[in-house]
């Protein structure tokens, strides 16, 4: 997971761009919009990363900062 193509993500595509390349990931086909990554996984990672922190945001009012700290404390969560 690499925080700088999750916040160029979100600065960049709307929610719908992002379903739709996630959807695309998960048919294995390529996604129309650029998603940066090592393989497949790390890309879906970053799009549902970005998905989340737009939620977050729009959901509570709060900075990208912040609806990443959410998600970041979430994925170490769920490793722990």
């Known amino acids: 997971m690499k925080l700088p193509v999750i916040k ?6 709307t929610r719908e761009e992002l379903l ?3 959807e695309a990931l998960m ?9 940066e990554g090592d393989d ?3 890309k879906l ?4 990363a970005a998905v989340f922190i737009l939620d977050e945001m729009k959901a ?3 900075d990208y900062l912040t609806a990443l700290r959410t998600y970041t ?5 769920s490793i722990s």
């Open 45 to 48: 990672t970053h799009i549902l």
């Open 60 to 62: 509570r009012g709060v």
């Open 40 to 42: 497949e996984g790390e």
């Open 8 to 13: 160029k993500l979100v600065e960049t595509f």
């Open 73 to 77: 404390s979430k994925v170490r969560t």
């Open 27 to 35: 048919s294995e086909a390529s996604p129309a919009i650029p998603v």
């Open 20 to 22: 739709a390349a996630e």
